[in-house]
């Protein structure tokens, strides 16, 4: 058989459907995600801790503005989750080179300084909201032991339990489940986190609707604006507060940074682009119904004193299984988001390692564990465990909820969720500047800019009070 026989029988070999339809045209590995798997995902991350803080934030504005700013971030959040999920392939969004990271995305369309900038904002805020999520875990874990010890021993009982044990726990189980190669095996622990956030959601709605129910003639003081000043608050205590319980609201629909990794598992058959579009429309709705309802009857329900967590600031005492239930859902499905957030800074660092690294044998090798299917890779394991125990421990230096969720969305909203996918999308589509179009997206990015700043500078301040007042209350302990 001569050269020119022996080539093309190996092209031809090479080329047949059986070997090409187990890997996709990046040559990676058939993606088999779903419309449904993609919403599970964006579920999972969106429906979290910020739904527990949502009638504290309309408490704050109102029943005017609260429900306009949670329809208004709706809005914002799905309008450029559309323009985002253009840009994964580029510069075609059909047939276009797939980009598998949100910074891979700007540096294919906008390049430069600006690739950095959007690496720095992403993983500052993963890294934050894995913190978030580990506080907020250890918050739900302690609320089982003070529900029962409130019903052992009665509300006004004192019931201090320290969240620390419990963030230690939670660590454990994050630094097993890290473990999990990378996104596209995370399927099943989204599901499962999804169902979660469904359940304590519901509880949190069904009860806070018992509580309206059952007051009879005794109504809890509402207002159009909100907590009333000389009332409930001083006038700059007013201010602070709105300001961050909109940096609440923000972070309640903060899913952007993870938008492209939750694309990068969805097959390429129908385009994923569309595909996209359509989960990320059935998650924002959902979770929208989910908040407004949650939002208002939860106002409805505590009024002006609505807690900043209502499942473990205990506005619910009874029924105390059910509290405890929801309150282990809420831990059940942070356990998976955690994962969401924590994969994409997982999948940087070690593309980063291999390429620096090549060589290494503890940075690319695979190790089959116990002759299974399962193999482990010991820079993985190492790294990841690291990675969990920092958050673990800034966790719990810094213990607050409320203001460390808003602090986080306000530092993330503006430079993920909108500015970058307005810019890529004026880029890919070569807008004409001063245009209609590009004149109302220059005006709706500078308007997110500002309410970013200020409720950065709410959260700021509301995390300077609260450090204030945690250290007596440590002392006395």
């Known amino acids: 058989m001569n050269t020119t026989d022996q080539f093309q029988k190996n092209s031809m070999y090479i080329e047949t459907p059986e070997a090409a339809k187990n890997f996709d045209d990046d040559g990676r590995t058939k993606r088999t995600g779903t419309w449904l798997t993609a919403s599970a995902h964006i579920i999972t991350a969106v429906i979290g801790s910020g739904v527990l803080s949502l009638a504290w934030a309309i408490a704050q504005?109102?029943?005017?503005?609260?429900?306009?700013?949670?329809?208004?971030?709706?809005?914002?959040?799905?309008?450029?989750?559309?323009l985002l999920a253009d840009c994964y392939r580029s510069p075609d969004p059909v047939h276009g080179k797939r980009n598998h990271t949100y910074s891979e995305v700007v540096k294919a369309v906008l390049g430069g300084k600006k690739f950095q900038l959007c690496?720095?904002?992403?993983?500052?805020?993963?890294?934050?909201?894995?913190?978030?999520?580990?506080?907020?875990?250890?918050?739900?874990?302690?609320?089982?032991?003070r529900s029962n010890c409130f019903h052992k021993h009665g509300h006004e009982a004192k019931c201090y339990i320290s969240n620390n044990?419990?963030?230690?726990?939670?660590?454990?189980?994050?630094?097993?489940?890290?473990?999990?190669?990378?996104?596209?095996?995370?399927?099943f622990?989204?599901?499962?986190?999804?169902?979660?956030?469904?359940?304590?959601?519901?509880?949190?709605?069904?009860?806070?609707?018992?509580?309206?129910?059952?007051?009879?003639?005794?109504?809890?003081?509402?207002?159009?604006?909100?907590?009333?000043?000389?009332?409930?608050?001083?006038?700059?205590?007013?201010?602070?507060?709105?300001?961050?319980?909109?940096?609440?609201?923000?972070?309640?629909?903060?899913?952007?940074?993870?938008?492209?990794?939750?694309q990068d598992t969805l097959k390429s058959s129908p385009p994923e682009n569309k595909v996209m579009k359509r989960a990320s429309l059935i998650g924002i709705m959902t979770t929208t119904l989910f908040y407004v309802s949650c939002g208002l009857i939860g106002y409805a329900a505590f009024g002006n004193d609505a807690p900043g967590n209502f499942l473990t600031g205990f506005g619910f005492y009874e029924p105390f299984w059910l509290i405890d239930f929801a309150n282990v859902c809420i831990a059940v499905h942070?356990?998976?988001?955690?994962?969401?957030?924590?994969?994409?800074?997982?999948?940087?660092?070690?593309?980063?390692?291999?390429?620096?690294?090549?060589?290494?044998?503890f940075v690319n090798a695979e190790h089959s564990l116990c002759g299974t299917t399962l193999s482990v890779n010991f820079f993985r394991l190492v790294w990841r465990t690291l990675y969990v125990i920092f958050t673990a421990v800034i966790a719990m230096l810094f213990p607050f909820f409320n203001d460390f969720l808003g602090l986080i969305g306000s530092l993330s909203f503006w430079p993920l969720t909108v500015y970058f996918?307005?810019?890529?999308?004026?880029?890919?589509?070569?807008?004409?500047?001063?245009?209609?179009?590009?004149?109302?997206?220059?005006?709706?990015s500078w308007a997110c800019l500002i309410v970013s700043i200020i409720s950065a500078a709410g959260s700021i301040q509301g995390l300077a009070q609260d450090l204030k007042k945690y250290q007596p209350f440590k002392a006395q302990q």
């Open 61 to 82: 504005m109102g029943w005017v503005a609260g429900p306009a700013v949670l329809f208004a971030f709706s809005f914002i959040t799905y309008f450029t989750s559309t």
């Open 119 to 145: 690496g720095l904002a992403q993983y500052i805020n993963l890294v934050g909201v894995t913190i978030g999520y580990t506080i907020t875990a250890s918050i739900s874990m302690v609320a089982v032991k």
């Open 165 to 187: 044990p419990f963030m230690i726990a939670f660590a454990c189980i994050q630094i097993v489940l890290s473990q999990i190669p990378n996104f596209h095996k995370l399927s």
């Open 189 to 262: 622990l989204s599901i499962v986190a999804a169902v979660m956030s469904f359940a304590y959601s519901s509880i949190g709605l069904a009860l806070s609707i018992a509580k309206v129910a059952g007051r009879g003639g005794d109504p809890v003081r509402t207002t159009l604006t909100g907590v009333q000043v000389g009332v409930d608050v001083t006038g700059e205590e007013k201010v602070w507060r709105m300001f961050q319980a909109i940096g609440d609201i923000a972070f309640a629909y903060a899913f952007s940074n993870v938008l492209i990794e939750i």
């Open 334 to 361: 942070l356990i998976g988001a955690y994962q969401v957030f924590c994969q994409p800074i997982f999948g940087f660092v070690e593309k980063w390692s291999k390429e620096k690294w090549s060589n290494s044998q």
């Open 421 to 444: 996918p307005i810019e890529m999308y004026i880029k890919q589509t070569n807008m004409q500047r001063f245009s209609f179009t590009w004149t109302w997206l220059k005006i709706l």
